[in-house]
C-alpha cells in the first residue's frame, strides 16, 4: 500500500491551494479515504472524508472552504483548499481506511504573508 501526497507549498493568506494523493496498492474505489492535518506537539486532526460512494464530511473549521473528492478511474484523492488562513498551517497527510489503515508521507501547507 502506498499513498503519496503532493501540491503542498507556501501561499498567502486568501490563497488557494490543490493537494492531490496517489493511491495504490489497495482496492481504492472501495475504500474511505480521508485528510488530516497536523502542526507540531498536536494530534492528528481529521479535516475531511470521503466515501467510496461519494458522501462527504467537512469539519466545521473548514467547512466552505476545503472540499475534498477521488478520482476511481485514477486512484486519486484531492483536497481543494482556498481562502486559506495562517491556522491552516500543517502538515497535511492522506488516509486510507482499508485495513488496518495507511497513511501518507504528509505535504507541508504554509499560509503566510
Known amino acids: 500500500v502506498q499513498l503519496v501526497e503532493s501540491g503542498g507549498g507556501t501561499v498567502q493568506p486568501g490563497g488557494s491551494l490543490r493537494l492531490s494523493c496517489a493511491a495504490s496498492?489497495?482496492?481504492?474505489?472501495?475504500?474511505?479515504m480521508r485528510w488530516y492535518r497536523q502542526t507540531a506537539g498536536e494530534e492528528n486532526k481529521l479535516i475531511t472524508t470521503?466515501?467510496?460512494?461519494?458522501?462527504?464530511y467537512h469539519a466545521d473549521y473548514v467547512e466552505g472552504r476545503f472540499t475534498i473528492a477521488r478520482d476511481n478511474a485514477k486512484d486519486m484523492l484531492y483536497q481543494q483548499m482556498n481562502s486559506l488562513k495562517p491556522d491552516d498551517t500543517a502538515g497535511y497527510y492522506c488516509?486510507?481506511?482499508?485495513?488496518?489503515?495507511?497513511w501518507g508521507q504528509g505535504t507541508q501547507v504554509t499560509v503566510s504573508s
Open positions: 488516509y486510507t481506511q482499508h485495513l488496518p489503515g495507511y
Open positions: 470521503i466515501s467510496n460512494g461519494g458522501n462527504t
Open positions: 496498492g489497495f482496492p481504492f474505489s472501495t475504500s474511505t
